[in-house]
């Protein structure tokens, strides 16, 4: 039997809620209905099905191989505060995050590519984000020259409407001598 708290989307304080109202294991969230689930506080009519699919897809997932697991780091990191004041365990899913992770590619764990693979999959996100950061900064940089061109063409015409003001002044300052 798996915890309540083992779904996807469920964490300590939803956990503690469903607990409360009888949910205490996958199966008895997969078993519930929407119109059961929204009767549970901090549960909406959005939320209630993907908290069902999610129990469902934990207990129809294979039990986990015992094989190696590459770890990235041997130390857990710290929990540290977001801008919304809570920890990062702590965030809000929602529906919208629950589909991306849901569709998120799932890493292979067992076999002799799965280095391979993982670091092929590295190097192509790493590149697509170095793309995307250069677009960004071509863009950037074509907004920037463009303002600069029209500051530059806004002095110019200021520059000759005044040089124009200057030879009108000087024009009529020579008209009033020459009529003296």
């Given at each position: 039997?798996?915890?309540?708290?083992?779904?996807?989307g469920?964490g300590?304080?939803?956990?503690?809620?469903?607990?409360?109202?009888?949910?205490k294991?996958?199966?008895?969230l997969a078993?519930?209905?929407?119109?059961?689930?929204?009767?549970?506080?901090?549960?909406g009519?959005?939320?209630?099905?993907?908290?069902?699919?999610?129990?469902?897809?934990?207990?129809?997932?294979?039990?986990?191989?015992?094989?190696?697991v590459r770890?990235?780091?041997?130390?857990?990191?710290?929990g540290?505060?977001?801008a919304?004041g809570?920890?990062?365990a702590?965030?809000?899913?929602t529906?919208?995050?629950?589909?991306?992770a849901?569709s998120?590619?799932?890493p292979?764990?067992d076999?002799?590519?799965?280095?391979?693979?993982?670091?092929?999959?590295?190097?192509?996100?790493?590149e697509a984000?170095?793309?995307?950061?250069a677009?960004?900064?071509?863009?950037?940089?074509?907004?920037?020259?463009?303002?600069?061109?029209?500051?530059?063409e806004?002095?110019?015409?200021k520059?000759?409407?005044?040089?124009?003001?200057?030879?009108?002044?000087k024009?009529?300052?020579?008209?009033?001598?020459?009529k003296?």
């Open positions: 039997m798996k915890p309540v708290t083992d779904v996807r469920v300590k304080a939803l956990g503690e809620v469903l607990i409360a109202h009888g949910y294991t996958a199966a008895d078993g519930a209905t929407p119109e059961q689930l929204v009767k549970v506080p901090r549960i009519t959005a939320r209630a099905p993907v908290l069902i699919a999610a129990a469902k897809e934990l207990l129809a997932a294979p039990a986990p191989a015992t094989s190696p770890r990235t780091s041997a130390r857990k990191p710290a540290r505060k977001t919304g809570r920890k990062a702590e965030r809000r899913t529906p919208q995050t629950v589909k991306r849901a998120a590619p799932k292979v764990e076999g002799p590519d799965a280095e391979a693979l993982a670091a092929a999959e590295a190097k192509a996100k790493k984000k170095a793309k995307a950061k677009k960004k900064a071509a863009k950037k940089k074509q907004e920037i020259e463009a303002k600069f061109k029209k500051a530059k806004k002095v110019k015409t520059s000759k409407k005044d040089k124009k003001d200057k030879k009108k002044k024009n009529k300052k020579n008209k009033k001598k020459a003296e």
